[in-house]
């Protein structure tokens, strides 16, 4: 028999899975999230200007983050949100009763060194994730390894005492071949 490490109406967390309720519309089956496929967690307490245009009540937000049902979620409810990040363009988002023992749960069975963030971003990071563990391998900053743009500076050729030319004739562009 499998041991609930969690359980509250929306969620529950289990040692090989997390388990989020009333997830797809319109039918409200669940979804399930393999503990070992998760990348970041995110929570935030419920509050409604606070996450206007990320948090929605069930679906799609204008963030990347699919959201499991909960009507009324962020109107005066004292619950978090939550988002999983399992490396997918979409983000699992839902509301949790009690958060702490929610996250140690979590903590529990998740791969070390898995971030936990009290903040749910607008936006996400898109990262090639093979791309993001050679970075780490080797220790490089990622911007070392994006390409710097040398692009020559303009160069006017009138003196400042003199009117400037028309614009065509102010400013001398190297050629590119």
């Not at 039918?27 to 990348?39: H, P, Q």
């Not at 937000?61 to 005066?76: K, T, V």
């Amino acid at each position: 028999m499998r041991v609930c490490l969690y359980q509250d109406s929306f969620v529950k967390v289990y040692k090989d899975e997390v388990v989020i309720h009333t997830y797809y519309f319109p039918i409200g089956t669940s979804k399930t999230v393999s503990t070992k496929d998760i990348k970041h967690v995110y929570y935030k307490q419920h509050g409604f200007f606070k996450d206007i245009g990320k948090v929605k009540d069930w679906g799609m937000s204008f963030s990347p983050i699919w959201w499991a049902c909960h009507i009324g979620r962020n109107w005066g409810t004292n619950g978090y949100n939550v988002v999983l990040d399992n490396g997918s363009s979409i983000k699992k988002g839902f509301s949790v009763e009690r958060i702490t023992d929610f996250l140690n749960a979590l903590r529990q069975v998740v791969r070390g060194g898995v971030p936990f963030e009290n903040n749910i971003p607008f936006s996400f990071k898109k990262h090639d994730v093979k791309h993001m563990e050679a970075i780490e391998k080797a220790g490089v900053a990622e911007e070392v390894l994006r390409p710097q743009l040398d692009l020559p500076q303009k160069t006017p050729y009138f003196d400042e005492l003199d009117s400037p030319p028309a614009y065509e004739q102010a400013i001398q562009y190297p050629k590119l071949e």
